[in-house]
């Protein structure tokens, strides 16, 4: 499968906002789920939101209400639009053409990722 590239992220102040873009196709990737997963300075991987080819999402606990994920299929991107950020949100943050809470998922090497930096 072709490398994934993210981009979108930056340094934003505690209450700001990112959105997070990734080129994917559903044809060209043929997976079921889309999504992003972070890691953050010392933290392991974590999963941060999935979307299904039926439209179902889901999201970590911790960025539910704050983060939404989407995609545009015209355009073959992914988009996580995050709000209210918080310092807990600084990581690289990563798309996976799979199921981004997955461990085995998370240990692949899908993109170089993009760094969200967010200050207090």
């Known amino acids: 499968q072709p490398p994934l590239e993210e981009s979108g992220g930056g340094s934003v102040q505690s209450g700001g906002s990112l959105r997070l873009s990734c080129g994917v196709s559903?044809?060209?990737?043929?997976?079921?789920?889309f999504g992003w997963y972070r890691q953050g300075p010392g933290k392991s991987p974590e999963g941060v939101a999935r979307l299904d080819v039926d439209g179902n999402t889901k999201y970590a606990d911790s960025v539910k209400g704050r983060f939404t994920i989407s995609q545009d299929n015209a355009k073959n991107t992914l988009y996580l639009q995050m709000n209210s950020l918080t310092p807990d949100d600084t990581a690289m943050y990563y798309c996976?053409?799979?199921?981004?809470?997955?461990?085995?998922?998370?240990?692949?090497?899908w993109g170089r990722g993009t760094q969200v930096t967010v200050l207090s």
């Open positions: 996976a053409a799979d199921d981004p809470f997955k461990w085995i998922v998370q240990k692949q090497k």
């Open positions: 559903r044809h060209t990737h043929n997976a079921y789920s």
